[in-house]
Structure formats: C-alpha cells, structure tokens
C-alpha cells in the first residue's frame, strides 16, 4: 500500500507540472536608455550642441552569460566579453576645441582617433588583446584604427585613472594609443548611429545628419564603456554605454553671421517625437546669465523647466524641453528650439577659463626644433596640479637633459617625472609629469628635439604634407568657484556624471593641446630612377668605348665597282671630258 | 477506281504530314519550356561580390572617388549588401578641407547628385589602399585578425565584379602615388583566386589612361574584362564644377553611370549593351571589352549577374507558427552573486599616490654580445699584459 501511495504521489506531481525554481532565480534584466541633447552658446558667438545617449544595462558582461540583448547593442557586448575589456573609450575627432575662447569643454577629445582601455585582470596577455580589439573596433567603425601598433601605443603611469568602477590600478592593463592624421566623415557616423537602439529614426538622433554635422568647426563622436554602480549602494555592477557627440557650429559659415540659432537652423530637422525605448530624453538649454546679470538669452517655444545646476564648478542656468511630457507636441508637431539674444552681447566681456593651454613647435631648419607647451592657470588665488601627458613618434628625437619648466621667471620642478625613452621604429617616447601652477601664472615647458632620417619605404605616400605628433594630455583638478554639493543625479544633465568627483571643491578636468604638424627632411623619391637612367648610361658608355678599342680592328675596303647606274653615268661623264665618280 | 487509290494515298499522306507537324509542334512546345527552365539555372552563382577600388590620392583626383562611388551606389542600389562589398578609397573627398560642401562627392556638375550618400561604409581608407592590400583582399590571404568587412569572403559560386580606377599606362596601374601594379600581377592574382575556387565568374572594370593594357595579360577562365581605352590611348575626364574647382567624373564611368541608372533589379539587358555604352564620339577614347576567356556568351549574360544581387526564391505554403511566450527565455540567468561591501570608483587625480609611486623596476636583461666581447677584451689585455700567473690570486 505504501508503494502504490507512493507511486500515486509520483503521478501527481508528474501531473502538477514541472515545480518552479526557487523564487528569484534570474531578476529582470533591465536595460534603459537616456538620451539628451544640450545646446550651449559660446562666448564668440558660436553654438555647440552635445547629444549623450546612454545604455545601461544590469547585466554583468563578463560573466559570459549573456546571450539575449536588447538595447545593448550586441558587437560591443561581445567585444567586452571576449577581450576581457574592462573600460573602452574611442573618440573619433575632426577639429579643436578652442578652449580659451569657447570655455572649458563637456567632453573633449584629440583631433583624429584616441583609443585608450583597461582590461580586467585576468587577462594575460595584453598587447595581443589590444592589437585584436583595435582591429575589430577598425571594421566596426570603418576607421584605420589596425595602424594602431607598438610605434604609437604608451602605457601612461598616472593618468588616464579608470573612469568606472575599480578596485586596484594596475597601469599593466592600460594602454592609449592616439592617430592624430585619422579623419573623420559619413564613413564612421553611419556604424556609430546605427548602434543606438533607435537609429537614427526616432528620438534625438534624427538630427544627426551628415552634411550638417560634418560643415562645422569641431566634430567629435565618441563611445565610452564602463562599468557603473547599479544603484546607490553599489553592491552590483551594472555596465554602461555612453555615446557622445559634440559638434560646434561656426556663426560664419553656418549662422550667415548672425547670432540666433534655431535646431533648423544647426541640423535642418526638427524633432517630432522621443525614441520610444528611451526612458527619458530632454533638450538642455544653457541660459546662464554671464557675469550675474539678468539672463539675456530667450528661448521659444517656452521650455517644460527649468533646472539649476553646479557644473564644472560654476552655477549654470538650464531651459529644460522633456520630448517625453505630453504637454510639448500639444501646439505644433515638431520642436524648434530658437536661440534669440535679447541685446546684443558686448564682446569685450569673455570669460576666460581658469585652466587652458597651447603647444607649438619652435626653431628652424629642418634638423632640430623644439616642442613648446604653454599651460595657463588664470585662477586669482588658488594653485592646482596638473599631470602632463605626452607621447612623442621615435623618429623626432627628445633631448630629455633639455626638458626645461618655467614657472614666472623661475624654475619650476615637477614633484613626479616619468620618462619612458623611444626605441626606434618599435616605441614612442612617453613623458609624464605632476607640475604644480602657482596662482595667476603661465607655465613653459620646452623640450627639445633633432629629426631623424627615415627609410626609404618607411614614407607616406604624401610625405610632403609633413608628420604629425599627437596631441598633449593635461589632467587637472581644478578649484570649483562655487562649491558643488550632492545633486539630483537624475536632474542633471548626463555629462556631469561621467567623471565621478570626490568632493564638492573641484572638478576634474582633461585638456588636449594642438596636434602638431612636424616636416622631416624628405628625400627626392625620382633619385632611385634617375641613378639607374645614370649609371647604365655610363656604363654603357665606358663599356661600349672600351670593347670597342679592345677588339675593333680596321681593315682597308676594295672600292666596289660601283652598280650598272654608277658605269652609265660614269660613261656619260668621259663623254662630257669630267671626271669619273 | 484509279482515282480513288491516289486520292486515299494522298489523304493518307496529308493525314501523315499532319501527324508528323503535330508532333514537331508538341515537340517544339516541351522545347520552349525546358529552354524557360534551363534559362532559370542559367548563371550559375549563388551571391554577388563587388570590391571597388579606387587608387589616387590628393584633391585634384576627385573625379576617381566619384566614379567609384557611383559604382559603389549602383551596385547597393541593385541588391548588393555592404557586407559583400569591399570598398576601397585612397582619400578622402567628402570632409577633405577643401571641399566646400562637406560630406559630399558629387557625379554631375551643379551638384546634382550626390554620389557619397549618407550611408556609405568605406572598408579600406586612406594610406590602407595598397597594392598589398588588394592583393590579399583578392587572393584572401589576410592576416588572422581582420574584421570580416575588410574581407573577401566569396566561394565558388559567387560572381565577383571588380572596378579600379585611377591613373595607369601600358601595363600597370598606379597606386597612391608610389607603387604600382603591374597587368602580370593582376592576372596571376586572378589564377590563384581561380585555383582557389574563389569565384563563379568575375567581370574586370578599369576605369584608366590604356587601361586595356591591364586585361591583356589575362588567362584564367570566366573572366570578362572592360576598359575605358585602348593601348596608346587617354581616358578623358567629363566636366568640371566651377563651385568645387576640379574634374568631377571620368567619361567613360559617367556614362556607364547613365546606362546604370536605368537598370533595375528585374531588367533583362545584357552585356552587349554594356558593350556598347559611349562610343568614340562620347568618350573621345575607344572602351574595348575581352570576352575570350568568358565561356557564356554575352549576349546571354544579364547585367544583374554582376552588379546586382538578384536572389532565386522558393515559395512555400506551410505555416510556421512562431511561439509568443518568452517569459521562460528570461529566467534562465544564473544568479547574480552581490559584492560583500560597496565598490567605489578610483580617484582621477591621487596626488599623494603618485608622487610616492615606486618607479616601475627595470627588467633586468642580460648583458648583450657587445658588453659581453668588451669585458672579454678588457680581462685578456690584462692579463697579456701582467701574465697568467696573477690569475690565481683573482679567482
């Protein structure tokens, strides 16, 4: 009898159906989306509209479980998963920000291509990661980013701190690499919209069109991936896709020399609607009163809000527009957002900001030189340090026992130096250093440098455009003027986030000077053909002279007799009394 | 009784006459369906490849990235994805700085049609387009780490169609400005992508001053090659644009661009046309073609089967019935394991941390040959010089 309760027990739960796992196995996977354009004035005149579309997802990628993906989009997912990457940041940058005239950037990168990453510390062999991961970023992107090699990777020992969560910096597991002649078009924004969740068909990426983007002083597109606190207790890992996009209109060539922007007037689209996978999406406008006095900027259509924010260490003023709050399409279908100046703006008055630099070759010929960098800290009383970065291609030669820094008039010594020297043809030079800048003053740092010769083969196709060395890095904690306090993160406007901040007095800060464009002595590319043309000519000649006096001999000729027309005219002449011929 | 023999013969024969027409017209009739059926399995490739090349640089070339492009926009336009092709240009026109309407190429003067688009991959850019790179393109012999756009990846059943353009001369094609690629070359590149099996059948473009100096040397099997002139000739330009200041097309691809144009995914025109698209009084140079090597004939040979993507579908009535529950997809994650204590971000700017950073240790390595030969030397001069006997107070 027990058996067959037994086995009627079996049958029931056979019957009942499988029993459900133990309760949470598995939570939701959430993935969101935030997208977000801001639209800033700058001081000459000029406009720059940032877009930020993050994606954050609550999955752990490393762990490899992951095989469904929704808004995370899949090749990067993938790449992160297999290479053991841990944080990738790739800028692709036509243009320069001008920082002493247009203030301190959101977000800056270097002109051409930046790549810099941190791998997880499982990985053992990280040359071989990153040369794979650069070449599969270069068929993702459609850039040249395989000539990312050993001639141009460093691997920075101070900067360049992980921008997401760590524990432990290890600078084995960095590695930065910048292309300074990479150029930027249609080629690499296609494979870049095509990795947010809406395209470019819905939401604030139907601006990005680009005849408009790419008619501008400053483009840059960027891609940062790290790994994020999930909530405020941070017990969990959640990683995040960032998108950038920081374009710069000239009030010349596209404002036709006047000051009021509108978004037809920048894009030539309007928005109609939010990309509806998106959980939030706004249009931040700057409407900072300059110099605390009444705000002279007007925006139209009247915005949904208003949201006042410390940034970058300065109080800033916000025109909020939420595509995603039904009040804003109630009048018309589509969103101009239109820039009016109120008085006209008196252009003496620009601010200049507290932390900004310039770099430039000095010298003549086309032997030696020097690399200048003027770093200005315009803070009345307070002194900050500043890490100096900078990677220099093997083939200009650094003379370190040059390497000069003055500060006011007097020698000023960095508290830390490292300098990695160049091997020829297999690693750049690598100069790192901690200066500290006095108040109100203007460092020069000056080094210098010979050229080398290179071969033959080694030249670009078009050598005569010159080289070009990479832009300079300056990280810099700089004193905020007001101090900034825990804000509502979910307000704010999502740059603020992307570089977590320690306390409320400073605001970090990174800086990139000029490329600059170095002419090494060229050699004549027709000599090789002009020497072969050369020298089998006299060859020719000496030999052919020789063989000829060596083995020409010279024997007396029998006249002929002549042909039957030379006898007949021979005849007619005796008759006539002349001579024979 | 006379009559009525010849008359039933010769109704005999008419009946017979009749019978043998009828069965030349039944014969006549399954004739014209096999030749529909055997004009469905005509062309023998399964998937169209393109790699358009295009080998000059410098802004006053303009017109060689516009011909590419217009070739490249034909062919995506037909049905070739991005993924089958490989697009090659040398530099860059669109965001040039001296372009004055950035991210534009244009084909026509007044700028009316702009070939670059706004969804154009290009896989191979700038000092990328070498001679060795298109050679390994072609042969496939691509270093392990390639991404797959950068890739050829055709079988034996793909038509590959292949466009260079640039400036040439008798026999070879020059690239970037600093190497060449000689017609030897090219042909023996193709021999291996035949010995491979690396295409069905392959039509050769080339856009170039004597560009039929460049299929001359060819001899591998189904290869149709077309050139914009002959030996000894120059292949013109079409029109400049005053706005943008340079040649903005070549004759012989603008034209081509016009007959393309008109081409649609189901045409029927064929190669011959092709052939014969600008004549001397257009091109001012003679287009030749070779079709020696091709085993169909052209007038068969339909210009989909190069530059469009015309896929052959079977049609099915079963009903697949999809299943819309995917609740139990999601649970089937493992089990987060949560952080015993809160992780933090690192700080961007540790001054104190830096400034006390050991420096990194040196590896050691050895001493080298040089070292190793100097103290070698120093050691044997000493003791030459004051004798062997002091070496057993050294050791």
Not at chain 1, 97 to 106: A, E
Not at chain 1, 193 to 207: D, E, H, I, Q, Y
Not at chain 1, 313 to 340: E, W
């Amino acid at each position: 009898r027990g058996m067959a309760a037994a086995a009627v027990l079996l049958l029931l739960l056979l019957v009942a159906g499988p029993v459900p796992g133990r309760a949470g196995a598995g939570r939701e996977r959430r993935d969101a989306l935030r997208e977000e354009l801001l639209l800033s004035p700058l001081p000459t005149g000029d406009v720059a509209a940032t877009f930020q579309f993050r994606t954050r997802w609550d999955a752990d990628l490393q762990r490899g479980a992951v095989s469904h993906y929704r808004l995370f989009p899949k090749a990067l997912g993938r790449l992160v998963a297999a290479l053991g990457v841990r944080e990738l940041h790739l800028a692709l940058t036509q243009g320069f920000w001008r920082t002493r005239f247009w203030g301190q950037p959101p977000l800056q990168a270097p002109a051409g291509a930046e790549l810099w990453v941190w791998f997880q510390p499982t990985v053992t062999d990280v040359d071989r990661a990153w040369k794979e991961l650069s070449n599969i970023l270069s068929g993702i992107f459609c850039a040249s980013l395989n000539f990312i090699d050993s001639t141009n990777t460093v691997t920075p020992t101070a900067s360049f701190k992980p921008l997401g969560l760590a524990n432990g910096t290890d600078h084995h597991l960095l590695r930065y690499a910048v292309l300074p002649r990479e150029v930027v078009c249609t080629e690499n924004l296609t494979p870049w919209k095509k990795l947010l969740p809406c395209g470019s068909k819905a939401g604030l990426a139907v601006l990005l069109k680009a005849e408009r983007l790419f008619h501008s002083s400053y483009h840059s597109q960027a891609v940062h991936i790290r790994p994020v606190c999930q909530d405020a207790s941070c017990l969990a890992v959640s990683w995040e896709l960032r998108q950038t996009l920081t374009v710069v209109f000239d009030i010349f060539s596209s404002g036709q020399g006047k000051k009021d922007w509108s978004l037809f007037k920048m894009f030539s689209r309007t928005l109609t609607d939010a990309c509806p996978l998106a959980s939030q999406s706004k249009v931040y406008v700057d409407i900072s009163p300059k110099n605390k006095e009444k705000e002279l900027l007007e925006v139209t259509p009247p915005p949904t809000s208003v949201h006042e924010a410390v940034v970058q260490g300065d109080k800033k003023t916000y025109a909020v527009y939420d595509l995603l709050s039904p009040s804003l399409f109630n009048t018309s279908r589509s969103l101009n957002v239109q820039l009016k100046w109120k008085r006209p703006q008196d252009s003496s008055e620009m601010p200049v900001p507290v932390l900004h630099a310039q770099r430039y070759v000095g010298g003549y010929g086309l032997q030696t030189g020097d690399i200048c960098t003027l770093i200005y800290n315009t803070h009345p009383y307070r002194a900050f340090p500043v890490i100096l970065l900078e990677t220099v291609p093997w083939y200009l030669r650094l003379y370190v026992h040059t390497l000069t820094i003055i500060t006011k008039g007097k020698e000023n010594k960095p508290s830390y130096i490292h300098y990695q020297p160049a091997q020829d043809r297999r690693r750049p030079h690598l100069l790192e250093m901690l200066i500290q800048l006095p108040a109100n003053s203007i460092t020069k740092i000056t080094i210098q440098f010979e050229r080398a010769l290179l071969k033959w083969t080694e030249y670009p196709p078009d050598p005569n455009h010159g080289f070009y060395v990479g832009s300079s890095v300056l990280s810099a904690l700089v004193p905020s003027v007001i101090a900034m306090k825990d804000v509502d993160v979910e307000q704010s406007p999502l740059f603020t986030s992307l570089f977590p901040s320690s306390d409320g007095s400073s605001y970090f800060v990174r800086l990139y000077t000029e490329p600059l464009l170095v002419n090494l002595p060229t050699p004549d590319f027709s000599m090789p053909y002009n020497v072969i043309c050369l020298t089998c000519t006299v060859v020719a000649v000496c030999y052919g002279s020789f063989y000829n006096l060596l083995t020409r001999t010279f024997h007396v000729e029998e006249p002929s007799r002549g042909g039957l027309a030379k006898r007949l005219a021979n005849v007619i002449r005796k008759f006539r009394g002349v001579p024979p011929l | 009784m006379a009559a009525a023999v010849p008359g039933l013969s010769r109704a005999r024969a008419a009946a017979a006459a009749l019978l043998l027409g009828c069965c030349c017209c039944g014969a006549a009739l399954t004739g014209g369906v096999q030749d529909q059926a055997e004009q469905f399995f005509r062309s023998g490739h399964t998937n169209n490849w393109a790699v358009l090349v295009c080998t000059s640089r410098f802004w006053f070339n303009y017109r060689h990235v516009a011909n590419t492009l217009s070739v490249y926009r034909s062919v995506k336009r037909l049905g070739i994805p991005d993924s089958h092709i490989v697009l090659m240009l040398a530099d860059d026109m669109a965001c040039n700085p001296r372009n004055p309407k950035p991210a534009t190429v244009f084909s026509h003067k007044n700028m009316e049609l702009n070939v670059y688009g706004d969804d154009v991959e290009v896989d191979y850019r700038s000092y990328e387009v070498t001679v060795e790179n298109f050679l390994r393109v072609l042969t496939g012999r691509i270093p392990p780490s390639t991404p797959r756009s950068k890739r050829l990846l055709s079988d034996d059943r793909s038509n590959i169609l292949i466009y260079m353009t640039g400036h040439g001369g008798n026999g070879f094609l020059k690239f970037q400005d600093s190497e060449e690629i000689t017609n030897v070359e090219l042909a023996d590149a193709f021999e291996q992508m035949w010995q491979k099996r690396r295409y069905n059948e392959l039509l050769f473009i080339i856009d170039t001053c004597q560009g039929a100096s460049m299929y001359e040397r060819f001899y591998s099997p189904n290869i149709m090659a077309l050139a914009s002139s002959q030996v000894g000739e120059d292949s013109l330009s079409h029109q400049p644009d005053l706005g943008i200041g340079v040649h903005l097309m070549d004759r012989y691809t603008f034209y081509v661009l016009e007959f393309l144009e008109e081409i649609h995914p189901a045409s029927q025109t064929n190669m011959n046309d092709l052939f014969q698209v600008c004549p001397k009084s257009l091109c001012v140079s003679t287009p030749g073609h070779r079709t020696d090597l091709f085993q169909r004939d052209p007038q068969n040979v339909l210009i989909t089967d190069f530059f469009g993507s015309v896929r052959k579908v079977e049609i099915t009535t079963e009903t697949i019935s999809l299943d819309r529950d995917l609740t139990g997809f999601e649970s089937k994650f493992p089990e987060d394991e949560l952080a015993t204590e809160p992780l933090k971000y690192a700080e961007q700017l540790p001054v104190a941390q830096i400034i006390h950073q050991k420096p990194k240790q040196k590896d050691w390595h050895p001493p080298g040959g040089f070292i190793l030969g100097l103290w070698a030397l120093i050691i044997m001069v000493f003791f030459k010089t004051y004798g062997i006997k002091h070496m057993k107070h050294v050791f």
